[in-house]
């Protein structure tokens, strides 16, 4: 079908070279591109109807697809192809269009984030209203519909399942009729065969396209001709009826593959024995190095293969001019078609195929990065990771095997791929369980990853269940002091933390670092990594000055480490500022936190998860300083980064949501800083329970910004309320229950109860002179507040003395320019308010 130079303008869509290079030999289809053209254009321009090209393998569905985008790609301002037949792979195929839709990287942000953003800009139509998004061999629409865009562009999916009809609108492909069959293989042969031979071949192959193009792909580059080529059909045709071939894979076109590998198996058997290897790895592109990487490895079937450089390169070369194998020079990539994988695999015989099975496992473990937490080693995992689940490594109980499956799934969950790596993790588990027993080491150390996935997707019963189980298992299987139980261990505590058990959390960690400290030493990573988890804990049971040290420590050697990854020590930077921020050093904290933002955007990019984190805290710390317009201004930027990445529901987004609603507060824009704070504690209570720390914490914002709005009788019973479920949680003496305590005092006094206030106020002041230093800022505003009570109440001498003392300590520690010591002069009353720290 030719296209109409006059009616289709020269330009080109965004992210055109993401679609397959369209095939110069396409011919007829005339009548089903009209027909899904037409079909496309019925819907609306409001809400995308995907439409689903159905039929059998080998059928042209693909061709179908690339020439409709072709035809059409004036059309659309972005067309983008997602191959589709890897469910797994999907997500970060999504997600590699983000930086064309002006989104973040899923580099810097994780897969899971990226694609969502993907998903909810393609749906809102900015910045393309106008795009296609092509799926193609989506076989099993349950694991695709969801990541299906719903919006004002175009869905085309293919497809041999034909379940798709009972979820989109369905057009059905067939075999070429015979006149567009002769067209195309007399246009592809450039003449070189006559109508009654194109009519012969035609017939002997049953029209099917991608048999046609097979064999003239052989014709024209063996110059075999037509009755050379049908005598030898004829031939492998009757070898292959006898083996029962599946009634989807035709006969004919079987016939032809094979015609290809007869002629290469005389001449080079090594070739056949790689290509026979290659069925079993996925259909997607196999990285070339896994055969250099991994070659000692492998077993007695490929080792004579891989030890020979020139025999395996001549090997690939012959493969590939005979089209039995693309080469991707490029991506430095080799890949097979499914059908010829799946005929090859067929015609193996069942010992020789589990051992084919083995070595392509032993290969893949053998070519595996050694570290998945190192950031520059992903992209081999992505590669490796298409062909886990076509190859059946999960079945194999090799120890190397297992170490690289659980290598994989801890890359899915530092790219941020959750979901599918829950999915491998409860096959691993049950599999495993099933051959080894449910207490082996490989299984352990599966549960251990689950655990962490559960604590990623905010499922803290479920990893609470499962963690302390599984604690409790390696402990009597392994021992208390073997590795992977101190990692257990860590892991628990994780989970502890994340459900608010701050206390059990610390104390978990704390028998975790001695053991650490003790086998393996400080300097060990391993060590750091538990010693940063034990500051946190500091920091979440407010003792800043632990805190303080700890991650002072862990920071400094972090520094000085090899191999540690830079999302790592940008961590132990930001809990650094953190911890000397909460103890009350706002300006050295500011400092830091800037230092450590820096780094954050020129290391990993201003759209990192962990770069995010940082600008977080820094607007915080410009915040505490007093410098109020410049903390609103990066809070506002950090915030919608961060829903756009994440959505309303996660947490870092829910934490931002409360501190921009701080910096609306001290900005004085309250109404807005009311809608935000709303904003962020509509999540609480279902993303951590309605008694977890933060959800009652969170209440603190909500209760002064309700008395700064007039209601401070509404304000107290929101503090009263808050107070009373911090003391439970997490004590009476803790930072978060004496801040909603200095506010509840506030709330008294705005009422005209000085002396409850007075009464309130004293309580407060020794408990924070108890648990924080006289210098502390809890102790400084509570003593402020305190002096203005004491006043109302007619303690004027008592008063008088607190208020000197209280303003020389504000002068030296806060500086006399700041809001609060501003405040203090004026005879104002001083709030405070909650930042939640990341668990």
């Given at each position: 079908m030719a296209e109409n130079s006059h009616s289709i303008p020269a330009q080109v869509p965004k992210v055109w070279e993401r679609v397959p290079k369209r095939n110069p030999n396409f011919t007829g289809r005339a009548d089903l591109l009209s027909a899904l053209r037409k079909s496309i254009n019925t819907v609306t321009a409001v809400v995308a109807q995907p439409r689903a090209l159905q039929g059998l393998g080998g059928v042209g569905k693909t061709q179908l697809a690339i020439e409709y985008a072709w035809q059409y790609r004036a059309h659309y301002d972005l067309v983008w192809w997602v191959s589709a037949d890897q469910p797994m792979l999907v997500p970060s195929a999504l997600a590699a269009m983000a930086p064309e839709l002006g989104l973040p990287s899923s580099t810097s942000t994780g897969v899971e984030q990226a694609t969502q953003s993907v998903l909810r800009t393609l749906q809102n139509g900015t910045p393309y209203r106008s795009w296609l998004v092509i799926f193609d061999n989506a076989e099993d629409p349950e694991y695709i519909k969801d990541y299906i865009p719903r919006g004002p562009g175009h869905v085309l999916i293919t497809s041999r399942n034909s379940r798709?009809?009972?979820?989109?609108?369905?057009?059905?492909?067939?075999?070429?009729?015979?006149?567009?069959?002769?067209?195309?293989?007399?246009?592809?042969?450039?003449?070189?065969?006559?109508?009654?031979?194109?009519?012969?071949?035609?017939?002997?192959?049953?029209?099917?396209?991608?048999?046609?193009?097979?064999?003239?792909?052989?014709?024209?580059?063996?110059?075999?001709?037509?009755?050379?080529?049908?005598?030898?059909?004829?031939?492998?045709?009757?070898?292959?009826?006898?083996?029962?071939?599946?009634?989807?894979?035709?006969?004919?076109?079987?016939?032809?593959?094979?015609?290809?590998?007869?002629?290469?198996?005389?001449?080079?058997?090594?070739?056949?024995?790689?290509?026979?290897?290659?069925?079993?790895?996925?259909?997607?592109?196999?990285?070339?190095?896994?055969?250099?990487?991994?070659?000692?490895?492998?077993?007695?079937?490929?080792?004579?293969?891989?030890?020979?450089?020139?025999l395996l390169t001549n090997a690939l070369s012959n493969l590939e001019r005979l089209a039995l194998v693309k080469v991707e020079p490029s991506t430095r990539t080799l890949q097979v078609h499914r059908l010829n994988q799946a005929l090859l695999r067929d015609e193996t015989p069942e010992d020789a195929r589990a051992e084919l099975r083995h070595e392509v496992h032993l290969l893949l473990a053998g070519s595996a990065p050694n570290d998945p937490d190192d950031t520059s080693k992903w992209p081999a995992f992505e590669e490796l990771a298409a062909h886990l689940e076509p190859s059946g490594l999960i079945k194999c109980q090799e120890p190397a095997v297992r170490k690289f499956a659980l290598d994989l799934v801890r890359y899915l969950y530092q790219r941020g791929s959750y979901n599918p790596a829950q999915i491998l993790l409860d096959q691993y588990i049950q599999r495993w369980s099933e051959t080894s027993g449910e207490r082996h080491s490989d299984v352990l150390v599966a549960r251990i990853h689950l655990g962490n996935v559960y604590r990623a997707l905010t499922l803290y019963t479920k990893a609470h269940e499962l963690d302390s189980q599984t604690l409790e298992m390696m402990r009597e299987s392994l021992g208390h002091e073997h590795t992977e139980t101190l990692w257990a261990t860590s892991s628990y505590a994780s989970t502890l933390r994340g459900r608010g058990d701050f206390l059990l959390a610390r104390e978990v960690d704390e028998e975790a670092r001695e053991a650490y400290e003790r086998l393996m030493g400080k300097e060990d990573v391993r060590t750091l990594r538990v010693l940063n988890n034990l500051g946190v804990d500091y920091i979440l049971t407010s003792e800043y000055a632990k805190a303080h040290e700890v991650l002072e420590e862990v920071h400094l050697k972090m520094s000085s480490a090899e191999g540690l990854g830079r999302r790592l020590l940008l961590h132990s930077w930001s809990n650094l500022g953190r911890a000397v921020r909460l103890s009350g050093q706002f300006e050295v904290a500011t400092d830091l936190a800037e230092e450590a933002y820096g780094y954050g955007v020129a290391q990993l990019g201003d759209d990192n998860p962990a770069t995010l984190l940082a600008a977080k805290d820094f607007a915080i710390s410009l915040r505490r300083s007093g410098r109020a317009p410049e903390a609103l201004e990066l809070m506002l930027d950090t915030y919608a980064r961060l829903r756009r990445l994440y959505g309303d529901a996660h947490a870092d987004t829910m934490a931002a949501a409360l501190g921009l609603s701080n910096a609306l507060r001290v900005s004085g824009q309250h109404d807005e800083a009311l809608e935000m704070v709303h904003r962020g504690l509509t999540h609480y209570q279902d993303v951590f329970g309605p008694d977890h720390p933060y959800t009652h914490a969170g209440k603190i914002n909500l209760a002064l910004l309700t008395r700064l709005g007039g209601n401070a009788a509404a304000a107290r019973e929101i503090s009263e309320d808050?107070?009373?479920?911090?003391?439970?949680?997490?004590?009476?003496?803790?930072?978060?229950?004496?801040?909603?305590?200095?506010?509840?005092?506030?709330?008294?006094?705005?009422?005209?109860?000085?002396?409850?206030?007075?009464?309130?106020?004293?309580?407060?002041?020794?408990?924070?002179?108890?648990?924080?230093?006289?210098?502390?800022?809890?102790?400084?505003?509570?003593?402020?507040?305190?002096?203005?009570?004491?006043?109302?109440?007619?303690?004027?001498?008592?008063?008088?003395?607190?208020?000197?003392?209280?303003?020389?300590?504000?002068?030296?520690?806060?500086?006399?320019?700041?809001?609060?010591?501003?405040?203090?002069?004026?005879?104002?009353?001083?709030?405070?308010?909650?930042?939640?720290?990341?668990?």
């Open positions: 798709w009809s009972d979820h989109e609108a369905t057009i059905q492909v067939d075999v070429f009729k015979r006149e567009e069959s002769m067209a195309f293989l007399r246009r592809r042969l450039a003449g070189a065969v006559s109508e009654a031979e194109a009519n012969q071949l035609a017939e002997m192959l049953g029209d099917l396209p991608l048999a046609l193009e097979q064999a003239a792909a052989l014709l024209s580059r063996t110059l075999m001709s037509v009755d050379e080529y049908v005598g030898l059909l004829e031939k492998q045709t009757s070898r292959l009826l006898s083996l029962e071939k599946a009634p989807t894979y035709p006969q004919s076109m079987t016939a032809a593959w094979q015609v290809s590998v007869s002629q290469l198996e005389d001449r080079i058997p090594e070739a056949v024995e790689l290509l026979r290897c290659c069925a079993f790895f996925g259909p997607e592109p196999i990285p070339r190095d896994v055969f250099r990487r991994g070659n000692r490895a492998v077993g007695p079937r490929l080792a004579p293969i891989l030890s020979d450089t020139i808050a107070l009373a479920g911090l003391a439970e949680r997490v004590s009476r003496d803790h930072d978060y229950a004496l801040t909603c305590a200095i506010n509840l005092q506030n709330d008294l006094a705005a009422l005209g109860r000085h002396d409850a206030a007075r009464r309130l106020g004293e309580e407060t002041h020794r408990r924070v002179q108890t648990y924080f230093s006289p210098d502390h800022y809890l102790s400084l505003v509570c003593a402020a507040n305190l002096s203005l009570d004491l006043r109302a109440t007619g303690a004027e001498e008592e008063a008088g003395r607190l208020l000197a003392e209280t303003t020389r300590r504000f002068d030296l520690v806060m500086g006399r320019e700041h809001p609060d010591s501003l405040a203090l002069l004026a005879g104002e009353r001083i709030d405070c308010d909650f930042d939640p720290p990341p668990i």
